[in-house]
Nanobody, 127 residues
């Protein structure tokens, strides 16, 4: 079992920044990917970014490229999401997720490919 705890959400004005943190505990040795998903009211949950624990290589959805940065600290079993130049359309509940699938040959992007989830942290961006 893996437990994930997020922190760092909040309310900012457009153009502002926030940094989300996710701390993992438990059977972290089994994790291959850590990811951030988000879900806005009435919309499906979507992958924002993920990172391969093996080499730290990231993925970003197109709408956040150049604005968001995912990083990890394997010694602390933590993953971070630095969000800059925030836009109102970034408003959503953000979830940290951990998966045991994939690797250098395959990067899981679907929420159903992730086994463990945090409780979520709200990000609200006002115009």
């Amino acid at each position: 079992q893996v437990r994930l705890v997020e922190s760092g959400g909040g309310s900012v004005q457009a153009g502002g920044s926030l940094r989300l943190s996710c701390a993992a505990s438990g059977a972290t040795y089994s994790i291959t990917f850590m990811a951030w998903f988000r879900q806005a009211p009435g919309k499906e949950r979507e992958a924002v970014a993920n990172i391969y624990r093996g080499d730290g290589s990231p993925y970003y959805r197109d709408s956040v490229k150049g604005r968001f940065t995912i990083s990890q600290d394997n010694a602390k079993n933590a993953v971070y999401l630095q969000m800059n130049s925030l836009k109102p359309e970034d408003t959503a509940m953000y979830y940290c997720a951990a998966g045991q699938r994939g690797g250098a040959w395959y990067r899981p992007l679907d929420q159903h490919e992730y086994n463990y989830w945090g409780q979520g942290t709200q990000v609200t961006v006002s115009s």
